[in-house]
Nanobody, 127 residues
Framework: QLQLVESGGGLEAPGGSLRLSCTASGFTLNYYAIGWFRQAPGKEREGVACISGSGGATHYADSVKGRFTISRDNDKNTVYLQMNSLKPEDTAIYYC????????????????????WGQGTQVTVSS
């Protein structure tokens, strides 16, 4: 059974940092492109950051460029999202998703067409 589990969410003050992890079980992440998405109440889901299987290609939403970094450790079967300089508008449920790369990393990030999804982890940025 293919599963993705997110962790690392929580409550953080504005300007702070959090690191989210997405760990896979039942399959090897090496061959999959991974995306981090978020959805805030009343808003559409947004592709935050995405990465190819090799890690050689990444894409970031304009809203997080320069603040968030996606990376992967294939030996640990885990993908990370380092979030710095957090803002209240970053508050959302964050999901990771996986699929084989069938188009560009950017297109997959924008369109959100991934086959496997985790359950999400809540990130709240508030003072």
């Amino acid at each position: 059974q293919l599963q993705l589990v997110e962790s690392g969410g929580g409550l953080e003050a504005p300007g702070g940092s959090l690191r989210l992890s997405c760990t896979a079980s039942g399959f090897t992440l090496n061959y999959y492109a991974i995306g981090w998405f978020r959805q805030a109440p009343g808003k559409e889901r947004e592709g935050v950051a995405c990465i190819s299987g090799s890690g050689g290609a990444t894409h970031y939403a304009d809203s997080v460029k320069g603040r968030f970094t996606i990376s992967r450790d294939n030996d640990k079967n885990t993908v990370y999202l380092q979030m710095n300089s957090l803002k209240p508008e970053d508050t959302a449920i964050y999901y990771c998703a996986a699929d084989h790369l069938f188009t560009t990393v950017q297109a997959m990030c924008v369109e959100g067409k991934y086959s496997y999804w985790g359950q999400g982890t809540q990130v709240t940025v508030s003072s």
